[in-house]
C-alpha cells in the first residue's frame, strides 16, 4: 500500500526530473511498506544509504540545470538541498547508533519533503527553465 501517491500535480514539466522525483516517493513507499510488514529493522540502512546517494545525484542534476538556466533563487534551492541532505544524514547517524524509533520520523520527513519542496520550490523554477529552453 502507497503511502504517497505519485501524479502529474507533483510534475515539474521535465521528464527527467520528473522520473527522479518519482523514485524517491518509490523510495518513501518501500520504507513505509517494510515498516507496515515489521521488516523496518532490515530495510532502513541500506534505504537511507541509497537515498542519500540518490538525492546528492538528484539535487547535482537539478542544480546543473538551475545553473543554466539562470535560476535566480539557485542560491536558496541549494541550501534547501544542503539542509534535507543533512538531515538525511542525521537520521542515518541516529540509524548507525542503534536508533530503531526513526522509522516514523524519517517517513514523515521524507512525505513532508517531497510534497513541500516539490509543489512550493521545484514549481517556482518551472518559468524561468522553460524560457530558458534548458532540459
Known amino acids: 500500500m502507497a503511502l504517497f501517491t505519485w501524479n502529474n500535480t507533483y510534475s515539474v514539466g521535465i521528464s527527467n526530473i520528473d522520473k527522479q522525483h518519482m523514485s524517491l516517493f518509490d523510495s518513501l513507499n518501500e520504507l513505509h511498506n517494510a515498516m507496515l510488514q515489521g521488516k523496518a529493522k532490515e530495510v532502513t540502512g541500506t534505504l537511507i544509504r541509497n537515498l542519500l546517494t540518490y538525492t546528492r545525484d538528484h539535487f547535482s542534476a537539478e542544480e546543473a540545470m538551475l545553473a543554466r538556466a539562470s535560476y535566480p533563487d539557485l542560491a536558496k534551492h541549494r541550501?534547501?538541498?544542503?539542509?534535507?541532505?543533512?538531515?538525511?544524514?542525521?537520521?542515518?547517524?541516529r540509524f548507525e547508533k542503534g536508533d530503531s524509533s526513526i522509522n516514523i520520523d524519517l517517513v514523515t520527513v521524507l512525505r513532508d519533503w517531497l510534497a513541500n519542496h516539490i509543489l512550493k520550490e521545484d514549481f517556482a523554477y518551472r518559468s524561468c527553465v522553460a524560457q530558458s529552453g534548458v532540459r
Not at 79 to 93: E, K, V
Open 79 to 93: 541550501r534547501r538541498h544542503a539542509d534535507f541532505t543533512q538531515q538525511i544524514s542525521g537520521f542515518l547517524d
